[in-house]
């Protein structure tokens, strides 16, 4: 701001000068002219200062920690005129309703974004693209139903991730490529029924978990949850709770105190028995079995696709089939012909040996009893 007064009080003198020079002898009314036009000069200088490292109009910016508090002003878009070094970011308590592609261009060395208690019902599928740096997302306290399958694919420093107080039914498995520094994942209060295994498994530093409070039902397809929560208590992990909501049998019930044996496995119709096996085959990355969710729409484009190629494995284990036995097969009747051939020859020999041919002595003996034939004879 001082730097900004003084350069403009400088240009106003330098101009007052210049115009004083040129006008010559009218200088009374050209300095009354010059010194409107330096005011206009140091105004423009002003608002352009502001633009380039001010805090927009509703935050309070905090130069030495780079952080901007921007709570509690009702806002309902993240302001577009976010100072660029920017840290950390409060945008929470506001009513902010949707954030489109690249909401956060502006800010791209942010570390800590919370947007908790807004009316996020709609995230565009690139809305935090950019933010390479980011280690903490709060989004507690929104109106978020689904979420797009790559939203958070650009964001791979991420420690911690809240997604509590949502309407949340259903996270996509692709939801991260590898979050391999997160450490803390909260989905408490929501709707979920299941969790895929899949992507607890795309963060294998995770430490903390929160699952508490959703409307976890508790049959067949939990139980991949269940074995991995397990391990994961085993290796040290922290969990709340997993507390089932469904069926009537099990409702009230820890999901991680309800036996094993109790759980039968899913009863897997042949046919999504035979598209699992081909999806183990095509990806070696989904390297562990898991139940199938029929709830996930995507999962069941995918049992769609996979039904048309279902015959070519059948054919191909009918080919191999068919190459053992025929291998077996020849292999067999090589064997009775060489024992055939050997007690065929062996024969020969002996009756060659009574009659004391010369073709019996370039045969070669292959038994010890024709040895000793061929050494009694000459005598
Ligand atoms: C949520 O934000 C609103 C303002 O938008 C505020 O009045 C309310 O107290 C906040 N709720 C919580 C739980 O902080
Ligand atoms: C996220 O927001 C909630 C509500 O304000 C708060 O309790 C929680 O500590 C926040 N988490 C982080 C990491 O900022
Ligand atoms: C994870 O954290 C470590 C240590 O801070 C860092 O060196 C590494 O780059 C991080 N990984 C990713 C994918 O950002």
């Known amino acids: 701001m001082k730097a900004g007064l ?40 002003t608002v352009l200062l502001q ?7 509703k935050c309070r910016c905090h130069s030495t920690s780079n952080s901007v508090d921007c709570s509690q002003q009702g806002l309902v878009e993240v302001p577009p005129d976010l100072p660029p070094q920017t840290l950390t970011l409060h945008l929470q308590d506001n009513q902010i309703r949707q954030l489109p592609a690249f909401a956060f261009r502006s800010v791209p060395q942010l570390t800590t974004l919370n947007l908790c208690n807004n009316s996020l019902s709609n995230l565009a599928p690139g809305a935090f693209h950019g933010l390479q740096h980011l280690q903490v997302l709060n989004l507690t306290q929104n109106s978020l139903n689904s979420l797009e399958g790559r939203l958070f694919h650009s964001l791979p420093q991420l420690r911690e991730l809240y997604l509590s107080s949502n309407n949340i039914s259903r996270l996509p498995t692709s939801l991260s490529e590898h979050w391999e520094n997160l450490t803390i994942f909260a989905i408490q209060q929501n709707q979920l029924q299941q969790l895929s295994r899949m992507l ?27 074995l991995w929560l397990e391990t994961f208590i085993y290796k040290g992990g922290v969990l709340d709770s997993v ?29 999504e028995l035979e598209s699992a096996q081909v999806w183990h085959l095509d990806s070696a990355h989904r390297a562990v079995p898991r139940p199938p969710e029929s709830h996930s729409t995507a999962e069941q484009d995918h049992t769609e696709c996979e039904l048309k190629p279902k015959p070519r494995p059948a054919n191909l284990r009918h ?15 090589c064997l009775m012909m060489l024992a055939a051939a050997i ?25 010890t009893e024709g040895k000793e034939l061929f050494d009694s004879s000459p005598a």
């Open 6 to 45: 003084w350069i403009g009080h400088a240009l106003s003198l330098l101009i007052c000068k210049l115009i004083k020079v040129s006008c010559g002898f009218n200088t009374e009314a050209c300095g009354d002219s010059a010194m409107k036009g330096a005011l206009l000069l140091l105004s423009s200088v």
């Open 51 to 57: 633009v380039v490292r001010g805090c927009p109009e």
């Open 200 to 226: 607890l498994e795309s963060m294998p530093s995770v430490k903390l978990l929160f699952l508490k409070d959703n409307l976890w039902k508790c049959n067949c397809h939990l139980l991949g949850l269940k």
């Open 243 to 271: 507390v089932c909501a469904s069926p009537d049998t099990w409702k009230g019930k820890d999901l991680l105190e309800i036996p094993h044996e109790l759980y039968q496995p899913c009863p897997l119709p042949s046919s």
């Open 319 to 333: 080919a191999v089939v068919t190459v053992i036995i025929t291998g077996v097969a020849c292999g067999i009747l």
């Open 343 to 367: 007690y065929g020859c062996t024969y020969a020999a002996i009756t060659a040996q009574y009659r004391g041919g010369p073709l019996a002595q370039t045969n070669e003996p292959a038994k």
